[in-house]
């Protein structure tokens, strides 16, 4: 084949490769040697240059590919119980809060707890000056023995002087007179026993105690310094905040509506036991469970809502008053609903919605109506049906319109089980 092109080639003549006759020639030899598949390095050792141009003729010519659909993971939404919540943020605050005052005059001798522990229900805290207090108890003491005398002397001569009477040997005033001063004697007496009991009140309140369990604030004195002169001075404070209270209010549209459902409950004046869930800003969900305890008796026309309040149990003293709190209430029994994963839904303008891959695999926008969520799940109320393919992962591979290569991947089965709290909704 390479003899016969070179051969073809040099019949012209080197007057016939110029000019026309060139022109006419190479379309010709192109086409021999692009059929016969000849590569074009094996001509190099005919010397003919005219070769190599016919033989760049061959390559194919380019031609767009288009890229593969992008793959994206579907699921189809998968059935649960959901229990409708309404959600409140509120704040807590202490069961009981009590400040400790010196009730007596005196110097603080001793502080014998340490700032911000927990103390005990009738745990020493505080000290106060003892010896004038004890002294002011014996003094009363010593007064009803010497009024217990006086009356012991008065009813034997009353006696005396009565016994003489009806002999006609005493006088009606001297019986009269030692009547006066028997009556007086027991005066005397309940009032020095009085006196006693006072002193000896006086003298406990020397010594200042916790009136329950609770964790106690800083001293706001300092051993050495007069108290409960003049008004009562406030030694420290104590917390009661195991229970903790944590307050909320409700708006009067979510009001009536729970209440609509709830006839029955709403004509009963003592508290229902509405479970209500809590979660602080540092925490995932609502890992804290307690129960309505009061419920206002009108709402704040300035506001429009009603003040609520739930009682948590907090042993470990985790929750401090003035807290932060997400608060979750259930407002109705758990429901069967379709639930979807929360990273699939996307929002607009128009609102939440979701794509969904059809039976060509062409990506579809379906706009969806939201319920309430159950973990980590979003439960869907209008919008999509349980044969539908939604996109789970890859949604910025998935465009309207487009074509993808749906992988589908069933939701697991634990996805939708609803465990009554709403442990895995993400804090605020």
């Known amino acids: 084949m390479t003899q016969d092109l070179a051969a073809s080639a040099s019949s012209h003549g080197p007057a016939a490769a110029t000019g026309n006759d060139f022109r006419e020639t190479l379309p010709v030899i192109r086409t021999t040697l692009c059929r016969s598949g000849t590569p074009?390095?094996?001509?190099?050792?005919?010397g003919t240059s005219m070769l190599l141009l016919a033989s760049a003729g061959c390559e194919?010519?380019?031609t767009y590919v288009p890229p593969p659909a992008p793959k994206v993971i579907v699921s189809q939404p998968v059935e649960g119980p959901v229990t409708p919540y309404l959600e409140f943020t509120g704040n807590t605050q202490a069961i009981k809060t009590v400040e400790l005052r010196a009730r007596v005059e005196g110097y603080l001798e001793k502080i014998l707890f340490r700032e911000g522990e927990i103390v005990k229900e009738g745990q020493l805290l505080f000290l106060i000056q003892r010896n004038?207090?004890?002294?002011?108890?014996?003094?009363?003491?010593?007064?009803?023995?010497?009024?217990?005398?006086?009356?012991?002397?008065?009813?034997?001569?009353?006696?005396?002087?009565s016994g003489l009477l009806k002999q006609n040997a005493a006088a009606q005033t001297d019986?009269?007179?030692w009547h006066y001063e028997r009556d007086s004697a027991q005066a005397a007496v309940m009032a020095s026993e009085a006196n006693v009991d006072l002193a000896q009140l006086n003298l406990s309140y020397t010594e200042v105690r916790a009136p329950f369990n609770g964790r106690a604030g800083r001293r706001l004195e300092d051993p050495g310094n007069l108290v409960g002169a003049g008004e009562k001075t406030v030694l420290a404070e104590i917390n009661q905040i195991d229970p903790i209270y944590a307050y909320f209010t409700i708006s009067e549209q979510d009001l009536l509506r729970v209440r609509g459902r709830r006839q029955n409950e709403a004509a009963n004046p003592r508290t229902p036991d509405v479970p209500i869930f809590l979660g602080l800003a540092n925490e995932d969900g609502y890992p804290h469970q307690g129960k309505l305890d009061f419920a206002g008796i009108r709402l704040d026309p300035t506001t429009g809502t009603l003040l609520l309040r739930a009682v948590f149990p907090n042993p470990d003293y985790a929750i401090l008053p003035g807290l932060f709190a997400r608060l979750k209430a259930p407002v109705d029994?758990?429901?069967?609903?379709?639930?979807?994963?929360?990273?699939?839904?996307?929002y607009d303008q128009i609102g939440p919605y979701v794509l969904v891959v059809n039976d060509k695999n062409l990506v579809e926008r379906r706009t969806i109506t939201t319920g309430p969520p159950s973990g980590r799940m979003m439960s869907v109320s209008d919008g999509l049906k349980n044969s539908d393919w939604i996109v789970t992962d890859g949604l910025l591979r998935?465009?309207?319109?487009k074509e993808v290569a749906p992988v589908r991947q069933p939701l697991p089965a634990a996805a939708a089980s609803d465990t009554g709290e709403p442990a895995g909704a993400p804090a605020r």
């Not at 004890?134 to 006086?150: F, H, P, W």
Request: glycine residues 4%; aromatic residues 6%.
């Open 398 to 401: 998935a465009i309207p319109g």
């Open 60 to 62: 194919k010519p380019n």
């Open 40 to 46: 074009w390095r094996a001509l190099i050792g005919t």
């Open 175 to 177: 019986v009269d007179k």
């Open 132 to 161: 004038t207090y004890e002294a002011k108890l014996k003094e009363a003491k010593a007064q009803v023995l010497a009024d217990k005398a006086r009356l012991m002397h008065a009813e034997t001569e009353f006696a005396r002087f």
């Open 333 to 346: 029994a758990a429901q069967s609903a379709l639930l979807i994963p929360v990273e699939a839904i996307s």
